[in-house]
């Protein structure tokens, strides 16, 4: 009997055994000073971690999962949050993006309230940090402290919530973690390749002063083997083999959108990473930007159309 989740993550480990020993063999020929070879195999290792940790999370079933992804919102939030500056009068807005706005949202995600769960940050809690912010009596750039800081629960803790509410969904004859596996498999796979084309045949900047390492061959070489990698996995999903092209597609321009966003907001703070707590990668939401983008999109896709 096949199992189309397992299958992908012994897939997944095989290729993450094949990259650990070309990182191995490059540091012997080069040597362990190169810092290529060095942020190699330190993204390599991290991605060990990464793939580990979400697998036993979602063969865990829904609520382990959930509790994961909280977890991340929250570090994210919080990397965006350090880098963006703040005043006293922010107190008790921040306290209800902390304490009510991410716990709530993962909640109402747990007990499966897809109408409150759709509705309750973009509609409740964008009002309420708005009356939390007045409250703290500090009228100096109030409308554009407001902003920064609905717009980084909106994406920090909205946005990502939208991947494990996959596991919400009800689809024929598949399950929601196949459905979150495809959308992190091909979105991960997106950034991935998206920097080897670049590196390899990269010659056009695509936005050189928001992100320079984006280049159009990057953008279109890895967004094609993305999507190559989502239809050779549409096993996974209810979505046909050519359905799963186009589904694919909507997670790679999600993906890059919220690279490219991320980056120029980044760029704006004068600042290279979000933080420093993945080796080789930055920080969680270096990692999570793209998700953060394409899971909304590729869950009403699907809810739409296939369920």
Known sequence: MKHPVLDTFGAILVLLVIATLIGLALRLVKGAGDATVRNLNERIASWWVIVLIFGLALLGG?????????????????????????????????????????????????????????????????????AAGAMGADTDAFLERTGK??????????????????????????????????????????????????????????????????????????????ILIGMALHGLTPFGFWQAGPMALAIVIGGFAGGLVLSAVKRSLGAKDWGTMLAGHGGMLDRMDSICFAAPLFFHLTRYFFT
Do not use: N
């Not at 963006?84 to 993962?106: H, I, M, N, S």
């Not at 769960?117 to 309420?128: G, N």
């Not at 953008?219 to 083997?225: D, E, N, P, S, V």
């Open 149 to 226: 800081l609905t717009w980084a629960v909106l994406v920090c803790i909205y946005g990502l919530s939208y991947a494990p509410a996959l596991l919400m969904l009800h689809v024929p004859g598949r399950t929601g973690a196949g459905l979150l596996l495809f959308l992190l498999v091909v979105v991960q796979a997106s950034d991935v390749f998206q920097y080897v084309f670049g590196k390899l045949f990269g010659r056009t900047k695509l936005a050189p002063r928001v992100s320079p390492s984006k280049t159009v061959e990057g953008l279109l070489g890895g967004g094609a083997t993305a």
């Open 62 to 130: 829904p609520y382990p999962t959930i509790l994961l992804f909280a977890f991340c919102a929250f570090f994210a939030f919080r990397e965006f949050i350090t880098l963006t500056p703040t005043r006293p009068g922010d107190y008790w807005a921040l306290l209800l993006a902390f304490y009510v706005a991410l716990p709530g949202q993962f909640l109402l995600l747990a007990w499966g309230w897809y109408g409150m769960f759709a509705i309750f940050i973009p509609v409740y809690m964008v009002f309420a940090l708005g």
